[in-house]
């Protein structure tokens, strides 16, 4: 069981309240695509991912990326019971589409970078410190049906 303090739960609270699902989900998405570009072999379905430009332009990665960011909203609402929360997505990710849980930390670092970027001096290290906290404990939970 993760324990969580009242300054890390209102830290994540008061990021999340900023988040928007949308743009940030595909900036998150895009980034993951371009910085790492080997994790496009994932996404053979979603047609033009030849250049940053055209995956930034790429609806399909758009319309991904919000739906991406709306289950990790689901994490944030249930931050209790992550584990339970995720574990349907888990066994989707591991038995489905055989993702490396390796890339759930990837998708995470680029977060972190879209929401530094965003709250700019409002991230503060004890908030920064919370939500690699809360993504670690995202990945842990996504990479469980994997064991
Ligand atoms: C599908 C969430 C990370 C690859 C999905 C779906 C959700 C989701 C909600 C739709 C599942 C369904 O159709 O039932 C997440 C979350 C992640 C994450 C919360 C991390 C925080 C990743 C990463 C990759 C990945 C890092 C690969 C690099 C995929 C693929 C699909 C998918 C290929 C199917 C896309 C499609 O064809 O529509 N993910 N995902 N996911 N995810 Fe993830």
């Known amino acids: 069981m993760v324990h969580w303090t009242a ?7 008061a990021v999340w309240k900023e988040v928007d699902v949308e743009a940030d989900g595909h900036e998150t998405l895009a980034r993951v695509l ?8 994932y996404f053979s379905s979603f ?5 940053a430009t055209a995956i930034l332009a790429n609806p399909k990665v758009k ?18 019971d992550i584990k339970h929360t995720l574990a349907h997505l888990s066994e989707v990710h591991a038995e489905k589409l055989h993702v490396d849980p390796q890339n759930f930390k990837l998708l995470a670092n ?5 929401l530094a970027r965003k709250l700019g001096a409002r991230c503060t290290v ?11 404990v995202v990945c842990a939970a ?6």
């Not at 004890?126 to 670690?136: D, G, M, Q, T, V």
């Open 7 to 13: 300054e890390e739960k209102a830290a994540i609270a």
């Open 110 to 114: 680029c977060l972190v970078i879209v």
């Open 142 to 147: 996504l990479s469980k049906h994997y064991h």
């Open 63 to 80: 319309a991904h990326g919000k739906r991406v960011l709306s289950a990790l909203g689901g994490a944030v609402k249930n931050i209790d």
């Open 34 to 41: 371009i910085v790492f570009p080997w994790t496009q072999r």
């Open 47 to 51: 047609g033009d991912l030849s250049c």
């Open 126 to 136: 004890p908030c920064h410190a919370a939500w690699e906290k809360f993504l670690a």
